[in-house]
C-alpha cells in the first residue's frame, strides 16, 4: 500500500453538471476525512467517517455535497449542480482511530468548473 | 479560526538550518502540535508531531516550549526540495479534524 489515492486527479466541468471523486484511504486505517483547499488558503475540513458512518460534516458542506462510504473502505464525494465556486483542491486523508498517531493525505483532486 | 499563528514567509540560504515559528497560545492539555508541509499542487505531507516534549525524526526536530505556547520546527539542513508551504495545526489527539491557517511559505535559496 503507498498511501492516500484520489481519482481522478484533474477534472474539468461545465457549470451545473454533477461530479464524483473518490478516495482509496491507506487499507487499515478507519477514519477518513475530506478537505477542499482554494488557491492561497489552507486546506478546510469538509467531513469525515469512522468505518462507513458519517460522524461529521461542516456547515461548508452544502445540500449539493454528499460523501459516502459504503463499505468502510473507499469513499465518494459527489457535487451536483457545480457552480465556479466550487473550483478547487479536493483533498481525502485517511487515518486509524485515536491514540497518537497522525492523518496522511492524498494528492488530491483538482476541480475546475467552467 | 486556525488556533496557530506562524510568519506569512521565510528565506532560508541551502545547507543551514531552517527554523519555523508557530505560536499556539490557546493550546489545551490534550493537544497535539502537528506540522505539515505542501509542496505546490501536492497533498500535505506529514513532517512530526508532539504533545510536550521535543520530537525528532528523519525529517525535522520539534521544539516545543515548556508552556506549550509556541513551538519551532527545525529542518537541520534545508535543501531545495524543502521549498514548501509549512503548516503548524494544534489538534487534540485523535480528531483529525485539522484547522489549517495560511502558513509559512518557506522558500530555500541556492
Known amino acids: 500500500d503507498t498511501g492516500v489515492s484520489q481519482d481522478p486527479r484533474h477534472k474539468i466541468t461545465k457549470r451545473g453538471q454533477n461530479v464524483t471523486f473518490r478516495c482509496d484511504p491507506i487499507s487499515e486505517h478507519n477514519r477518513l476525512y475530506w478537505y477542499r483547499q482554494t488557491l492561497g488558503q489552507g486546506p478546510e475540513f469538509l467531513t469525515y467517517f469512522q468505518n462507513e458512518a458519517q460522524l461529521e460534516k461542516s456547515r461548508l458542506l452544502s445540500d449539493r455535497f454528499s460523501a459516502e462510504r459504503p463499505k468502510g473502505s473507499f469513499s465518494t464525494l459527489e457535487i451536483q449542480r457545480t457552480e465556479q465556486g466550487d473550483s478547487a483542491m479536493y483533498l481525502c486523508?485517511?487515518?486509524?482511530?485515536?491514540?497518537?498517531?497522525?492523518?496522511?493525505f492524498g494528492q488530491g483532486t483538482r476541480l475546475t468548473v467552467v | 479560526d486556525a488556533k496557530t499563528t506562524q510568519p506569512t514567509s521565510m528565506d532560508c540560504a541551502e545547507g543551514r538550518a531552517a527554523n519555523l515559528p508557530c505560536n499556539h497560545s490557546t493550546i489545551s492539555g490534550n493537544e497535539y502540535v502537528y506540522w505539515y508541509r505542501q509542496i505546490h499542487s501536492q497533498g500535505p505531507q506529514y513532517i512530526i508531531h508532539?504533545?510536550?516534549n521535543n520530537e525528532t525524526n528523519e525529517m525535522a526536530s520539534l521544539i516545543i516550549t515548556e508552556d506549550r505556547k509556541s513551538s519551532t520546527l527545525i529542518l537541520p539542513h534545508a535543501t531545495l526540495r524543502d521549498t514548501a508551504v509549512y503548516y503548524c495545526?494544534?489538534?487534540?489527539?485523535?480528531?483529525?479534524?485539522?484547522?489549517f491557517g495560511t502558513g509559512t511559505r518557506l522558500k530555500v535559496l541556492a
Open positions: 486523508a485517511s487515518s486509524l482511530v485515536g491514540g497518537n498517531t497522525e492523518a496522511f
Open positions: 495545526i494544534v489538534s487534540e489527539t485523535g480528531t483529525y479534524k485539522y484547522i
Open positions: 508532539g504533545l510536550k
